[in-house]
T-cell receptor, first 115, second 112 residues
Framework: AQTVTQSQPEMSVQEAETVTLSCTYDTSESDYYLFWYKQPPSRQMILVIRQEAYKQQNATENRFSVNFQKAAKSFSLKISDSQLGDAAMYFCAYGSMDSNYQLIWGAGTKLIIKP | ETGVTQSPTHLIKTRGQQVTLRCSSQSGHNTVSWYQQALGQGPQFIFQYYREEENGRGNFPPRFSGLQFPNYSSELNVNALELDDSALYLC???????????FGQGTRLTVV
């Protein structure tokens, strides 16, 4: 069975600085999806970035980028130029190719932005 | 704004009761997944419906059941509520295969 582990319960960063959130996973599948979701106090999960395992190039979305290390089963999220609106819970999630809406989630990392 | 609406937003139930949670979305979202998120934890997959049929289920007992309707709205039903069922329940909808799933704002269920 697949598992997702986020080892940082809480991270803090100064506004405008860069922060990296860690995620490791375990799977025997060769093709799959990995996701980072943001959950603000409004509770709604918002997709931050998505990575297909068969793509070697790391995904990037504006200030958000990932470091995907397939062999190490590591999938970290880097947030550049942190903004106050980035404060939220961040969840790493795994989806298999056949059922990528049946996501397996990590426990989350609370990101605090210091003004 | 994702166009996914969950109702109610909050509710309180007594242990042993039954509850129905609802999720609606724009047309074309023929896949709906339900998740349970306990306080301080990541979501846990409950089940998924595609074109009105269940096509995936997580490690939840049969007292958790669901429906998907022709208009793509969906229900999550929980019978014989237990205190541990207290959680945020999220639905996520998707259209074309392998496209982004959109989440609702969830229903906060408290069982007392």
């Amino acid at each position: 069975a697949q598992t997702v582990t986020q080892s940082q319960p809480e991270m803090s960063v100064q506004e405008a600085e860069t922060v990296t959130l860690s995620c490791t996973y375990d799977t025997s599948e060769s093709d799959y999806y990995l996701f980072w979701y943001k959950q603000p106090p409004s509770r709604q999960m918002i997709l931050v970035i998505r990575q297909e395992a068969y793509k070697q190039q790391n995904a990037t979305e504006n200030r958000f980028s990932v470091n995907f290390q397939k062999a190490a089963k590591s999938f970290s999220l880097k947030i550049s130029d942190s903004q106050l609106g980035d404060a939220a819970m961040y969840f790493c999630a795994y989806g298999s190719m056949d059922s990528n809406y049946q996501l397996i989630w990590g426990a989350g990392t609370k990101l605090i932005i210091k003004p | 704004e994702t166009g996914v609406t969950q109702s109610p937003t909050h509710l309180i139930k007594t242990r042993g009761q039954q509850v129905t949670l609802r999720c609606s979305s724009q047309s074309g979202h023929n896949t709906v997944s339900w998740y349970q998120q306990a306080l301080g934890q990541g979501p846990q997959f409950i089940f998924q419906y595609y074109r009105e049929e269940e096509n995936g289920r997580g490690n939840f007992p049969p007292r958790f059941s669901g429906l998907q309707f022709p208009n793509y709205s969906s229900e999550l039903n929980v019978n014989a509520l237990e205190l541990d069922d207290s959680a945020l329940y999220l639905c996520a909808v998707a259209g074309q295969r392998n496209t982004e799933a959109f989440f609702g704002q969830g229903t906060r269920l408290t069982v007392v």
